[in-house]
T-cell receptor
């Protein structure tokens, strides 16, 4: 296992279009997190899953955002009707639920809305 | 609400000097604290994880301390090298908060050869 994988690495889209990002966590990790990071800021929590259940969503996650984790494996984050303010780095992380809960991050997806 | 602060926002040192990076948090009821490194345009690389019951963790030239009562953590990088140039982020996990991380704004470090 090579760690957390995110796809695509970069996405440029026109305002109003829908985009979808994918995250493949470390295989034995049952928790998966999505964060958003804007330039010069620390990442901000968006949502997290424990296995296939979405347990918490931040107020940052507007109705245009939806995340899924079917079968508790990979996860997708979809943004509908993108706006310029959605431009950011979207980071995925995974961890175990008990014991050493160290979080491991993927390389992120850089979204630019033009 | 937990707030995490990292001061300074940027730091420049000559090669060989020791680096001292500060992190403060407002709620001492943390589960653990994690330090990360981020290179420009890249994801986060975990450096050290300190559990709430621990006072420090060491890995190679890196040493991180934790003082929960005062809400502080310090990351020491000994004998800095130009390859240490990056942004360093600290993040805390609050107990009973799903292990989600609350991040500071980061300290951008430049080590000059």
């Amino acid at each position: 296992d090579t760690g957390v994988s995110q796809d695509p690495r970069h996405k440029i889209t026109k305002r109003g279009q829908n985009v979808t990002f994918r995250c493949d966590p470390i295989s034995e990790h049952n928790r998966l997190y999505w964060y958003r990071q804007t330039l010069g800021q620390g990442p901000e929590f968006l949502t997290y899953f424990q296995n296939e259940a979405q347990l918490e969503k931040s107020r940052l996650l507007s109705d245009r955002f939806s995340a899924e984790r079917p079968k508790g494996s990979f996860s997708t984050l979809e943004i509908q009707r993108t706006e310029q303010g959605d431009s950011a780095m979207y980071l995925c992380a995974s961890s175990t639920m008990t014991g050493n809960t160290e979080a491991f991050f993927g390389q992120g997806t850089r979204l630019t809305v033009v | 609400k937990q707030e995490v602060t990292q001061i300074p926002a940027a730091l420049s040192v000559p090669e060989g000097e020791n680096l001292v990076l500060n992190c403060s948090f407002t709620d001492s009821a943390i589960y653990n604290l994690q330090w990360f490194r981020q290179d420009p345009g890249k994801g986060l690389t975990s450096l050290l994880l300190i559990q709430s019951s621990q006072r420090e963790q060491t890995s190679g030239r890196l040493n991180a301390s934790l003082d929960k009562s005062s809400g502080r953590s310090t990351l020491y990088i000994a004998a800095s090298q130009p390859g240490d140039s990056a942004t360093y982020l600290c993040a805390v996990v609050i107990k009973a908060a799903g292990n989600k991380l609350t991040f500071g704004g980061g300290t951008r470090v430049l080590v000059k050869p």
